[in-house]
């Protein structure tokens, strides 16, 4: 069975609700997976756009949501999730706006693409402090046994 990830408010390349988006209540959305490794010792997941600013000349990857240290058991994360109630051990990195918050969709223009992405370890992530999506991509580096990925689309009504 290979890692997959879904989320019961948006199909795969579906819209996303603007609940969960700057637009609405910015809260994160319920992400769900199955088919992690007997192996994993832990899991990671990474949530961002990289149609930023403009889909039509993207310039720059904007970062929303940096997880790491999730336990393999988990086997998702709640919708609106509060840092304290993520699964047990988890960690949280840097997003783009300097804040280890999730921080929703907020496109300036057109339709952006937010991947969700979720891979599964052979390690748990060691001496880390809030990193950057890019600290916890080298960290990552040689320990990745698989990966999913589970993209939504949202652009704002303005």
Known sequence: ??????SSAFNHNGAIPSRYTCDGENISPPLSWSGVPENAKSLVL???DPDAPDPKAPKTTWVHWVLYNVPPAA???PEAVAPDALPRGTQQGLNDWKRTDYGGPC?????HRYFHKLYA???ALS????PTKAQLEKAMQGHILAQAELIGTYQ???
């Not at 001496?127 to 809030?130: I, N, P």
């Open 1 to 6: 069975m290979s890692l997959t990830i879904q």
């Open 46 to 48: 990474i949530v961002d």
């Open 156 to 158: 704002r009504s303005h």
């Open 121 to 123: 370890l052979d390690a």
């Open 107 to 111: 496109p300036p223009i057109g339709r």
């Open 75 to 77: 086997a998702g994360i």
């Open 127 to 130: 001496g880390l402090d809030q």
